[in-house]
């Protein structure tokens, strides 16, 4: 399985942005796609998954109520669209595959850069 990430980029406190994630291969009903992140200086962090077949979405503390993970199952991509972003949201962010709600994941995207200013 290949992960593409898109959509990050620089934006200002309290705006928006929609990530996408393009999976190529087979993705099992089984599997969590989501997100993580990592700020500099710092480990990457769980931020958002779903369960592939349906039936779970899981989501940090620290972005419940302001981002929403989705995902289009004919296109084969899922999606984080951010909201009231703020400075502590700023880092890379990869989207992933795996057999578990909140990591380890098995696969990795190449991430994307995403930039809030104050």
């Known amino acids: 399985v290949q992960l593409q990430a898109s959509g990050g980029g620089l934006v200002q406190a309290g705006g928006s942005l929609r990530l996408s994630c393009v999976a190529s291969g087979r993705i099992f009903s089984s599997s969590f796609m989501g997100w993580f992140r990592q700020a500099p200086g710092k480990e990457r962090e769980f931020v958002a998954s779903?369960?592939?077949?349906?039936?779970?979405?899981y989501y940090a503390d620290s972005v419940r109520d302001r981002f929403t993970i989705s995902r289009d199952r004919s296109e084969n991509t899922v999606y984080l669209q951010m909201n009231s972003l703020n400075p502590d949201d700023t880092g890379v962010y990869y989207c992933?595959?795996?057999?578990?709600?909140?990591?380890?994941?098995?696969?990795w995207g190449q991430g994307t850069l995403v930039t809030v200013s104050s």
């Open positions: 992933s595959i795996g057999p578990y709600t909140r990591g380890p994941p098995k696969y």
């Open positions: 779903l369960k592939w077949g349906g039936g779970g979405i």
